[in-house]
């Protein structure tokens, strides 16, 4: 144990430089996925035949392949078209496509869960659709939808590692190189695993104290 | 066309695959009227109701609103100055009574929050729930939900305002308070068009009584010629198994 602890001082401050990386990382991509993931929903449940299939289409695509396989297409695929993006762009978009097809899914079932009476009062005291969508379909999908969008923000807070097979130095490829030096894998994975603990903990309580914030009687535990 | 004449339906027909359920039905309401709708179930009553707000979109037919003809073009204006009376009430569930009653007043009138918090209050104490303007809907019963629902539609100024079986989905106990809000709204001189099977409410504050069956009006009348004398066998029979059950 004493020993376990020597290590982390030693190596735990080069290892955390890794952190403001991973968490970049994850938050660009976890929302430009959350607005695209919408978008995506808002083709399925209300866009015409073309925006439905379209939406369809992309959503089986993304989640019917592996995000290596995709991460790998942007990153080391897509040059031979002149498409070149640095590592830490590929991640981000790798997995920004990835986790909006999942949020897509989750989005729509806690839209479909909305009672219809809801957009049907709106629209007739006169609002508009964009009107009624936002102001009284939304808040209550988005707040219905928590639980689920919670233990998809935590997935794909621990998929970010998967960026270091195209060389972002995040808290996984530092490791792995702290490893190389130290040849004490056992200890410095360890470690790393602790600080991906810290981390989806903490993300986990800021998101359950966000879901008892918005919780409105009526709305989510019905 | 007479110069009060706020609400006028002509010949609207509207149809569900085989099926008729508005057979070109028309009636016109004068300002301070209320027009009592009554009819077995499925006779189009809620069809015809939601078809003048264009809920449900007609066939044929044209609704005029103070001569104005609704079209796709006017419809969130023309909807904005009817209010309309839900039998699941409808209340947002996201929001607490005080906003309720000022969203729509908001985002489709542009009132600012002062004039809207003022407007909602006023409304609230009018269908006497101001004490509950912080509750959120699924603390509150049945029948407060649905005064809040008519203050919504109340805060909005409309020129009509629309009930569709306001009193059907609630307790037997708990349709007199919102009963009692429909009669002072008719004898404060709303006009108003009730589609229910409450029959007290019809004798005493109707002007008129409609009776549909089939998609079609059978007949209409005051409700003293349709409850004492009706002409039509059909009337009497559904007013005597009304009065049985009710």
């Not at chain 1, 976890?30 to 866009?47: C, D, N, P």
């Not at chain 2, 039905?25 to 006779?43: A, D, H, Q, R």
């Not at chain 2, 959120?136 to 019963?141: D, G, K, T, V």
């Not at chain 2, 504050?205 to 069956?213: G, N």
Request: hydrophobic residues 45%.
């Amino acid at each position: 144990m004493p020993e376990f602890i020597t290590f982390g001082i030693k190596w735990l401050p080069e290892l955390l430089k890794g952190v403001p990386i991973t968490l970049s990382l994850w938050a660009i991509a976890i929302t430009l996925g959350f607005f695209l993931g919408l978008v995506l929903t808002w083709a399925r449940v209300y866009g015409n035949r073309f925006f439905y299939w379209l939406s369809t289409v992309y959503i089986e695509l993304f989640r019917g392949t592996p995000m290596l396989v995709q991460m790998f297409f942007i990153y080391l695929g897509l040059p031979r078209f002149g498409i070149v993006f640095d590592a830490f762009t590929a991640a981000v978009i790798a997995i920004t496509l990835n986790s909006a097809a999942y949020q897509a899914e989750y989005f729509r079932g806690s839209v479909l869960s909305v009672p219809k009476g809801q957009l049907t009062a709106a629209r007739a005291c006169g609002m508009t659709q964009w009107q009624a969508i936002c102001c009284i379909m939304l808040p209550q999908a988005l707040r219905r939808v928590l639980p689920q969008w919670s233990n998809e923000a935590i997935v794909e807070l621990k998929f970010t590692s998967i960026a270091y097979t195209i060389g972002v130095v995040e808290i996984t490829a530092l490791a792995s190189d702290i490893g190389s030096r130290t040849l004490d894998f056992f200890q410095i994975f360890l470690w790393a695993g602790l600080v991906y603990l810290v981390l989806t903990s903490s993300v986990a309580s800021f998101l359950g104290w966000l879901e008892r914030k918005t919780y409105v009687p009526g709305v989510t535990n019905v | 066309m007479s110069e009060s004449l706020v609400l006028d339906v002509r010949n609207v027909t509207k149809r569900y695959d085989s099926l008729e359920v508005l057979k070109g039905i028309s009636l016109g309401l004068n300002k301070g009227e209320t027009k009592v709708v009554i009819g077995p179930s499925g006779s189009g009553k809620s069809t015809l109701l939601r078809c003048v707000n264009h809920l449900t979109k007609p066939d044929a037919g044209e609704i005029y609103l103070e001569g104005e003809a609704i079209r796709d073009a006017n419809i969130n204006a023309m909807r904005a100055r009817m209010g309309f009376v839900f039998q699941d009430f409808n209340l947002f569930s996201h929001l607490n009574v005080l906003d309720n009653v000022r969203i729509c007043q908001m985002k489709v009138k542009g009132a600012d929050k002062k004039t809207a918090t003022h407007r909602a209050q006023q409304e609230l104490a009018r269908v006497g729930l101001e004490e509950k303007a912080s509750a959120y809907p699924a603390e509150l019963s049945g029948g407060q939900q649905q005064r809040v629902s008519i203050a919504r539609a109340l805060a909005m100024d409309p020129v009509v305002l629309l009930f569709d079986e306001p009193t059907s989905a609630l307790d037997p106990e708990l349709t007199g308070e919102v009963v009692r809000v429909m009669q002072q709204l008719a004898a404060e001189g709303m006009t108003m068009v009730v589609v229910t099977h409450e029959m007290s409410f019809a004798r005493q504050a109707a002007d008129e009584i409609i009776f549909m069956e089939n998609g079609h009006i059978v007949e209409q009348g005051s409700p003293d010629a349709m409850f004492s004398h009706s002409d039509h066998e059909r009337t009497r029979a559904f007013l005597n198994v009304i009065a049985d059950h009710g």
